[in-house]
């Protein structure tokens, strides 16, 4: 049973390592993300006060250094705390990585972290001040390798393609281009040939970028739906007191499988080749390449600046969205935990569901999907500013609601995630993987905490959760409308053709060399 296992495992070592790895840290994931946020909340409920000095009932205020601050707040500030310093972290990881050869231990190095900051979760379940500081700062080094790992986690795909299009090419019978010969003249030969190429190269990198991401992706939410299906069963079978903690328990006991799992992403994830070492200037002018590069690229940067807007305030939409689930629904472990499952559920539907699509009978190319991605996203800020009127009984006020903008958020994210990481990927210059990628999360980090900072004093002064709504709704417009230029502009038409062909002179120079 075991051989036939292995041999379907190295038929693609890469790609099986790459879906192992996103469903190992998909356990972590998944539970800290529920957990400690759900922790924190209870915590919080029990060791504040409202601003009369009452138990909390909608709102509630906990010490925060030394001042206490609305637990909402104290959530928002935490966000932005995790992104400012995941930005710093991300500003060396872009700068250097690309120049080590050895990127699989560093992924494997930033997995067993990941399985680190989860170990001591169980251990602070009392409801107390200092276990509520202690989980404040785990969510914060939780939040920081998680940016990390995205960007470790994606340098694989455009090394991938690539390796697609050589083995594509390696493939490829002579009998077909000896077939094209006979049909063809001289004059048209070279032009029909190179254009066929062309296209081939498109398709084949296309196809397997796209399988890469989806899968990556689907690996994910599959880890998570098992870790939440055993904290349902520990909840349904332990004893009341010990199943409110089983959430915390399921974690800490991931966090070990997850150290011992960084094993077979250091073994098995491929080889990304490293940047020249004649590239090295020096450490500090390292540090701004980054930035240099995307300004000379106007196809990426727009691409690049549309998929960050999105990603942040997505994540500020969901963090809201999930506050009002707990203050309209009060769930206990159970329900939270069967409302977390929903939502890994549609997250792994909908991406499967989206990949057969493609493959099936695809009905717009990837340029235009990732446009409508972005408009799916409208309608949950829209349906959550219906509740500001007190009278309608809708707008984020009914359990159901919660269900139907969890499948629609699932929607637009899986469509937008995977799309992103192939068109991206396509641009990416060979040894920049970590550059580029690093550059998503240094563009995230360096502008979504703004948001977060300005929403929690309001949040704080008015304990109204849905303000936030009304910035998440324009700013998803944005998304929108700079894609649309992307595809539509000559000037990025025209910068994505010079790059590319740039790209592949370089690349073919580089071999020649060598």
Known sequence: MGFPL??????????????????????PFTLFATYVVYQLQVVGFMIGADSDGLPC????????GSQKLDLNSVILYLNALGFGLGGVVAVFIAAYADFWKEKSTLVAIFVVCYGIVCIPVYWLRDTSIAAFNALMALYVVYAVISYILSVLFCI???HCMRTAVENEAIN????????????KTPNDMTTTLEDGASATKTSASRKYGFKMSIFGSFGTAVGGIIALIIVIILIKTLPDISAQSAGLLVTTIVGFI?????????????AVPAKPKDNWKAWWIELFTPL?????????????????????????????TGQLYYVQVLPDTLEFTLYSMAFTIFGAVTTLAFYLLQVWRP????????????????????????????????????????YIQSLLFNVSNSIVNSVFRVLFSEMVPKGSEVEWFGLQVILSCATAWVSYVANAPLQNATHELRFPLVLCLIMLVLPVVLEICRCSMDVFVKDKARWKEYDESDTSGSADES
């Open 6 to 27: 292995v041999a379907w495992w190295k038929k693609d070592t890469a790609l099986n390592t790459y879906i192992f790895g996103l469903f190992l840290i998909g356990l």
């Open 57 to 64: 009932m909608t709102y509630c205020l906990v010490p925060f």
């Open 156 to 158: 694989f795909i455009p």
């Open 172 to 183: 490829a019978p002579n009998s077909e281009q000896a077939s094209n010969q006979e049909t």
């Open 258 to 270: 997850t150290v011992l799992g960084a094993i077979v992403t250091y073994l098995g994830l491929p």
């Open 292 to 320: 240099k590069d995307l300004s000379k690229r106007k196809n990426m940067a727009v691409l690049l600046l549309s998929y960050t807007i999105y990603v942040d305030t997505v994540f500020a939409l969901n963090s809201v």
């Open 363 to 402: 009905p717009f190319r990837l340029e235009y999907w990732l446009v409508i991605g972005y408009a799916i996203i409208l309608i949950i800020p829209i349906w959550g500013c219906i509740g500001f009127v007190d009278n309608i009984d809708f707008g984020f006020k009914n359990r159901w609601e919660f």
